[in-house]
């Protein structure tokens, strides 16, 4: 089975905090693709990052960075010095690497950044 | 880039009257795209994924004759509410992949659906 657990509903944080968004993944495949994405109130979805499972490496992007560790199926997401324009709803999701591709989505991590 | 439009962006209807929501690819061709649906404060549900040509996949529990799904053509594909009903009120959105499989679904804006 596949399975997405992001166990933060909700975070609030000040403005130049640093904050990590945890998601844990649950499959057997050996090839998979696991993604971030925001929802910010507007409603639309942006795309973050694509890892597939093979890529290990830790990525940093600006003020973003993240840690992918197979050994304990995460795929966590950090934001240092948070701003307010992060606030926003964050989804972490696992793709197979067969069939329809379908992604699979946590529950979404609500985080709020005020000044 | 890969840019995901939709249309109409909020829509308020009647109770028995069907609403057709766009989704356009418009800088890439999509063989694949997907239909969601998001109620408040909750996750993405897949409803649907669409092959241009081919028939929609529902996924278990959607209706299809409910929810009708068109991929007409690689940057185009179309969601329509039949006899739509205030149950069916929802945030509905579209995402689209560019070609093989494993690449990235980029999404569209959403389409806020009120039925009277």
Redo the contacts between chains.
Sequence with gaps: AQKVTQAQTEISVVEKEDVTLDCVYETRDTTY?L?W?KQPP??????LI?R?SFDEQNEISGRYSWNFQKSTSSFNFTITASQVVDSAVY?CAL?R??G????I????T?LAVHP | GAVVSQHPSRVICKSGTSVKIECRSLDFQATTMFWYRQFPKQSLMLMATSNEGSKATYEQGVEKDKFLINHASLTLSTLTVTSAHPEDSSFYICSARKGNLGETQYFGPGTRLLVL
Excluded at chain 1, 42 to 47: A, D, R
Excluded at chain 1, 100 to 103: D, F, I, M, Q, V
């Design positions: 693709y993604f994405y507007s409603g639309e979805l942006v795309f694509r597939n989804f793709m690497s067969g329809y591709n379908k992604l989505f946590g529950a979404g609500r």
